[in-house]
């Protein structure tokens, strides 16, 4: 059983530190590790060129344009039956950096997505993508904040988790962490992240979520998209939609149940997802093909040229 650590903080500092803290639990529990730091690697932005959605939608599997370390990263965690990331807040929310690779997830990694390409992939060439992408994998996150702007972290660490639908095991933000390291009960918390993601590998399809409860019940999120003028909320991990109520003075999130379907992070609400955004593109190719459409776009394009910097 492998867990792989990555560290998306400065070298030797903080996170690399707590990445090693749970590697260490990890390794207690019988799992083999690898650590890696983020910024030892060239990792770019992803530029929105679909070349992956348009890979999937006709059998060519699962590639991207970009030619960077992501897909050596990406190797790591397709081996990996487990992963652990450290990661420093930045803006309350997680680095850009690690943006930057939850980016880079999607749609490529995208487990609704790549259960329709392994589809296409099999009509059309015989043979399915690669079979680690559609495999189960435990992960978690630790994120460290300077302050206690930290309120946006839990959010994006999930969000990344969505795209493959990996099991979020730990989801846990450290604030007012910069000499963490000497404290004790919290480096015993982190190193208990350790012990719980290498436990929850051994048994991916028995492993549950070990965090603290959150709101949302199918998610654990405390992040919500509130509506101002009634009850109704939408999870902003998840996307089901509810109503927040007071209970014996306690937040809580209700929802019906067929909202489960809808889910972001179920398979059924991936699927539906994608199906919705090819009928969406469809719509939208067809749009392009119209005159009105292309002198639009004319317009905009010789209203004013992007100034670049002369090098
Ligand atoms: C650009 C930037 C933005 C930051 N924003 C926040 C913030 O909103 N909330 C917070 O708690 N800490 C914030 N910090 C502090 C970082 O979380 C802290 O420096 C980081 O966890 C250190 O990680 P390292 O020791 O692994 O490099 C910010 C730091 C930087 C450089």
Redesign the pocket.
């Known amino acids: 059983m492998k867990i792989l650590g990555i560290?998306a903080?400065?070298r030797n500092?903080?996170?690399?530190s707590m990445c090693k803290e749970a590697l260490m639990g990890a390794k207690e529990m019988g799992a083999e590790i690898e650590f890696v730091r983020l910024l030892d690697l060239d990792i770019k932005h992803c530029t929105g060129c679909n070349a992956c959605c348009k890979a999937q939608a006709t059998g060519r599997g699962n590639l991207c344009a970009l030619k960077d370390d992501f897909d050596w990263l990406l190797d790591k965690m397709l081996d990996a039956d487990g992963v652990v990331f450290s990661i420093?807040?930045?803006?309350?929310g997680a680095s850009g950096l690690f943006r930057t690779l939850t980016d880079r997830f999607g749609p490529r990694m995208d487990r609704g997505c790549n259960v329709e390409s392994d589809k296409n992939a099999r009509e059309k060439t015989g043979k399915g993508i690669d079979p680690r992408i559609l495999k189960d994998k435990v992960v978690s996150y630790i994120g460290?904040?300077?302050?206690?702007?930290?309120t946006r972290f839990q959010c994006d660490a999930a969000m990344q988790a969505m795209t493959p639908a990996w099991k979020v095991i730990d989801n846990d933000r450290f604030?007012w962490?910069?000499g963490i390291i000497m404290e004790d009960e919290r480096v015993k918390r982190v190193h208990q992240i350790g012990v719980n993601i290498a436990n929850a590998a051994k048994d991916i399809a028995n492993a549950s979520y070990q965090g603290e409860d959150g709101v949302c019940p199918h998610c654990h999120s405390r992040n919500f998209f509130l509506d101002g003028n009634s009850t109704h909320a939408i999870c902003c991990v998840c996307g089901i939609e509810g109503d927040v109520k007071i209970v014996d003075g306690k937040v809580k999130f209700e929802f019906p149940k067929e909202q489960l379907e809808h889910a972001h992070d179920s398979l059924s609400g991936k699927i539906l997802h994608c199906h919705d955004i090819g009928k969406n593109l469809a719509n939208t190719a067809n749009l392009k093909k119209s005159d009105e459409y292309k002198n639009r776009v004319e317009k905009y394009k010789n209203f004013i040229i992007a100034t670049k910097r002369e090098k």
């Open positions: 560290s903080g400065s500092g903080n996170n690399d420093p807040i930045f803006e309350k460290l904040g300077g302050s206690d702007w930290t604030s962490s910069t």
